[in-house]
């Protein structure tokens, strides 16, 4: 979660961004989006930049399809040249909808990069960030399976590589 954002943040910095929005979810209850903060508020301090609080925005709904309307509008407000949307590729794409109605061109007016790598993404043009969910997936049952079948096991964190995958929106 960490490793994408700042890699993800960076890019956007490297193209000459300096304003960008980032949609997260709960902070408060949901582990992976304060690790996402993270990765972003890292990029940016690396740039020698001040982290603005007021360029995170805490979505309440990742099913209210007025959601993104309200983050776009946020955004516009805030001048946002970029929005690197850690709510997800879902929220990220309700974002690209409602630019299109309101003709904002993106990545011209404001680049945009999801979460996930959701698969429909790659033909919307999203650039996103895709972690590999069926590796995740499958060393999560083994770790399972192993822990089942020897319960002192000591506790193992592991880590997987995400990719920024681009394409059209940023």
Request: net charge neutral.
């Amino acid at each position: 979660n960490e490793i994408g954002t700042y890699e993800a943040t960076r890019y956007l910095l490297l193209n000459g961004r300096r304003r960008i929005g980032f949609p997260v979810g709960t902070l408060k209850l949901i582990e992976s989006q304060v690790e996402r903060l993270n990765g972003y508020k890292k990029a940016i301090k690396e740039r020698g930049m001040e982290f603005d609080p007021t360029m995170v925005y805490e979505i309440r709904s990742h099913v209210d399809p007025g959601e993104p309307v309200r983050i776009l509008e946020y955004m516009v407000k805030k001048r946002a040249d970029a929005i690197m949307c850690a709510a997800g590729d879902w929220i990220a794409t309700g974002i690209m909808k409602e630019a299109s109605i309101r003709g904002i061109k993106i990545p011209d007016d404001i680049a945009l990069i999801g979460y996930d790598d959701l698969d429909y993404t790659e033909h919307i043009g999203l650039t996103t960030v895709k972690q590999p969910v069926v590796e995740m997936g499958k060393d999560a049952f083994d770790l399972a399976l192993e822990a089942i079948k020897n319960k002192s096991l000591p506790q193992k964190t592991v880590y997987f590589k995400p990719n920024l995958i681009i394409r059209n929106t940023a």
